[in-house]
């Protein structure tokens, strides 16, 4: 089944660990998001691509990196610079960029000990 | 500076009465509005979307509806069911940006 797949869903990390979470598509969309869910603040933006090798930041991106080698992966990674780490992630993807829906995986909720 | 506005946290509606979610936004560039269902520890669905040529779009019990003046849309679910029973997110997008800007969310309680 197409589908986007984040991994792993459940993620723990001490403070100052860098942590690499998975988004992979077999839609064959062109854009890729990620964002994350906080209580009382609804999906922020944190990076998102329209193509393979390039990449915009959001409304959130200090503090994450992303990289966008493959049109099917666009890995997320939690560097130790982000000051409040925990949260839900979630990952998602639509055709063209431009107008349409957007496809979201299942999230993956990481947790700094 | 939250562009996409959901002043209502959360509402709850008897089974078989008419929901209706609220959304406002400030940015008049925004052409293209959508409205998602998200349960805990899961990825939000998409429910239905309007464009901002259009001021109504319906989709079984759900019907969005768009005051471009006002910069508002709201979010009707008649008749409402316990399953409806959800956190709702409207969010917006403008042609050639790529982005999509969400709401904080409204959460729906659908009470039996």
């Known amino acids: 089944d197409g589908g986007i797949t984040q991994s792993p869903k459940y993620l723990f990390r001490k403070e100052g660990q860098n942590v690499t979470l998975s988004c992979e598509q077999n839609?064959?969309?062109?854009?890729m998001y990620w964002y994350r869910q906080d209580p009382g603040q609804g999906l922020r933006l944190i990076y998102y691509?329209?193509?393979?090798?390039?990449?915009q930041k959001g409304d959130i991106a200090e503090g994450y990196s992303v990289s966008r080698e493959k049109k099917e992966s666009f890995p997320l990674t939690v560097t130790s610079a982000q000051k409040n780490p925990t949260a839900f992630y979630l990952c998602?993807?639509?055709?063209?960029?431009?107008?349409?829906?957007?496809?979201f995986g299942e999230g993956s909720r990481l947790t700094v000990l | 500076d939250q562009q996409v506005k959901q002043n209502s946290p959360s509402l709850s509606v008897q089974e078989g009465r008419i929901s209706i979610l609220n959304c406002d936004y400030t940015?008049?560039?925004?052409?293209?509005f959508l409205w998602y269902k998200k349960y805990p520890a899961e990825g939000p669905t998409f429910l239905i979307s309007?464009?901002?040529?259009?001021d109504k779009n319906e989709d079984g019990r759900f019907t969005v509806f768009l005051n471009k003046s006002a910069k508002h849309l709201s979010l009707h679910i008649v008749p409402s069911q316990p399953g409806d029973s959800a956190v709702y997110f409207c969010?917006?997008?403008?042609?050639?940006?790529?982005?999509?800007?969400f709401g904080t969310g409204t959460r729906l309680k659908v009470l039996a």
């Open positions: 998602a993807s639509n055709l063209s960029g431009e107008n349409g829906e957007l496809f």
């Open positions: 839609l064959n969309h062109d854009a």
């Open positions: 691509s329209q193509i393979v090798n390039d990449f």
């Open positions: 940015n008049s560039m925004f052409d293209y």
């Open positions: 309007i464009s901002s040529i259009k």
């Open positions: 969010a917006a997008s403008h042609s050639g940006t790529y982005k999509y800007i």
